[in-house]
């Protein structure tokens, strides 16, 4: 699959609430991926901080709170059936959450329309997430909060994706977790795209997926930032969840 294709998996996390004006409103940014054919949804756990009722005692509850759209057009939801987080006490570690979609239940004439990267070997996935070099251009989509609106008269939720390039530039002090440098000059066209006076917020992007320009790999999934560096959670530990999920030794995230 080209680059192109798999920035397409991106689709924001939206929530629902108690307003009389509109049901649905959005914070963060997930995407899914396809592993040995099952499809998962992948976002930052913070996304859902102040979203989701405390004490969930079901997982279902958990996945029953959080929407996820076929598409962008769509105004129906992924069917999803159970939450997945790694094991381990480092708080940005874990600040990675998996929901795998209850494939049995997908509307079949919105999954032909569905766009999603296939990984069908994990071991080589992960060695492909390993191989990305010091300094490797990089990007991420995503969608930051102040450019995507709700319009209240169209009852919708005005979205539009936006990417942005940097380059690798190390570990953050710890194993797991990945440093990329803004492209100040993506940076600055990206408020000129918007608006002459407008500082780039990244909130809104945590969530996003994180791939090498070069090889099309997905690298990892972005979890914090700044406007000019942004820190990322390797895709060996998505793979990780994954492939425990898989052996019947994840652990369900509550």
């Known amino acids: 699959m080209k680059l192109y294709e798999s920035l397409q998996c991106v689709r924001p996390v939206i929530f629902e609430n108690d307003d009389n004006c509109f049901p649905y409103y959005m914070k963060g940014t997930c995407?899914?991926?396809?592993?040995?054919?099952i499809n998962f949804v992948v976002t930052a756990r913070h996304v859902l901080k102040n979203q989701v009722p405390k004490g969930l005692d079901a997982t279902t509850s958990l996945c029953d709170k959080i929407l996820v759209c076929y598409s962008e057009e769509s105004r129906d939801f992924i069917p999803l059936d159970t939450c997945l987080q790694i094991v381990g006490n480092d708080k940005t570690y874990k600040d990675l959450l998996i929901l795998r979609v209850?494939?049995?239940?997908?509307?079949?004439?919105?999954?032909?329309?569905?766009?999603?990267?296939?990984?069908?070997?994990?071991?080589?996935a992960m060695k492909s997430s390993l191989a990305v070099r010091p300094n490797a251009p990089l990007i991420t989509r995503g969608y930051p909060t102040q450019f995507n609106y709700?319009?209240?008269?169209?009852?919708?939720?005005?979205?539009r994706a936006t990417d942005l390039k940097g380059r690798l530039t190390g570990r953050d002090g710890k194993e797991h977790l990945l440093r990329i440098s803004w492209d100040p000059d993506y940076v600055s066209r990206i408020k000129k795209d918007w608006?002459?006076?407008?500082?780039?917020?990244?909130?809104?992007?945590?969530?996003?997926?994180?791939?090498?320009?070069?090889s099309g790999y997905l690298v990892g999934v972005l979890v914090m930032g700044s406007k000019t560096i942004g820190h990322f959670i390797d895709a060996r530990f998505i793979y990780r969840i994954i492939?425990?999920?898989?052996?019947?030794?994840?652990m369900n995230a509550v």
């Open 195 to 214: 608006e002459e006076s407008c500082e780039f917020d990244l909130n809104g992007m945590s969530g996003s997926p994180v791939f090498d320009v070069e």
């Open 102 to 124: 209850a494939s049995e239940m997908l509307d079949q004439t919105h999954q032909l329309r569905m766009i999603i990267p296939q990984i069908d070997n994990l071991d080589f």
């Open 31 to 37: 995407f899914l991926i396809n592993v040995q054919q």
């Open 150 to 159: 709700i319009d209240f008269e169209q009852q919708r939720i005005r979205l």
């Open 243 to 250: 492939s425990d999920f898989l052996q019947g030794k994840a």
